[in-house]
Nanobody, 123 residues
Framework: QLQLVESGGGLVQPGGSLRLSCAAS????????IGWFRQAPGKEREFIAG????????YYKDSVKGRFIISRDNAKNTVYLQMNSLKPEDTAVYYC????????????????WGQGAQVTVSS
C-alpha cells in the first residue's frame, strides 16, 4: 500500500512552534516533489509550501514565508514542515502531497496525500 503518513500536529499557543512530518510508506520520495497544503473549516485547500525533488528549490505562500520552513530527508523518506511564530489564523488541517510532475501550488497535480494533521493555534 502506497501512502503518506503525517504526524506532529496538535494544540499550540500563539507564537509557539510545531514540526509536522510526512513519511512515505511503500515507495521512495527520492524523485517526488512535495507540497504542504492546509484547509480551514469552510475554506478551500490552499498551498503553503513546496519543495522540489532534490530539495534545492522551495516555495512558500507569502503569509508563511519567514515563519515556516519546508525540508526533506530522502534518506529517511520523510518531509518536514517546521512552523514557527504560529498565529491563530494558521489553524487548519495540514496535508502533505507528493507528485512526480506537480505544479507546486495546484493540489490537483499531486498523486499521493497524507491523512491530514490538525494544527490548532489558540490561547
Amino acid at each position: 500500500q502506497l501512502q503518506l503518513v503525517e504526524s506532529g500536529g496538535g494544540l499550540v499557543q500563539p507564537g509557539g512552534s510545531l514540526r509536522l512530518s510526512c513519511a512515505a510508506s511503500g515507495f521512495t520520495l527520492d524523485y517526488y516533489a512535495i507540497g504542504w497544503f492546509r484547509q480551514a473549516p469552510g475554506k478551500e485547500r490552499e498551498f503553503i509550501a513546496g519543495i522540489n525533488w532534490s530539495g534545492r528549490s522551495t516555495y512558500y505562500k507569502d503569509s508563511v514565508k519567514g515563519r515556516f520552513i519546508i525540508s526533506r530527508d530522502n534518506a529517511k523518506n520523510t518531509v518536514y514542515l517546521q512552523m514557527n511564530s504560529l498565529k491563530p489564523e494558521d489553524t487548519a488541517v495540514y496535508y502533505c502531497g507528493a507528485g512526480l510532475s506537480s505544479t507546486y501550488w495546484s493540489p490537483n497535480t499531486y498523486a499521493y496525500w497524507g491523512q491530514g494533521a490538525q494544527v490548532t493555534v489558540s490561547s
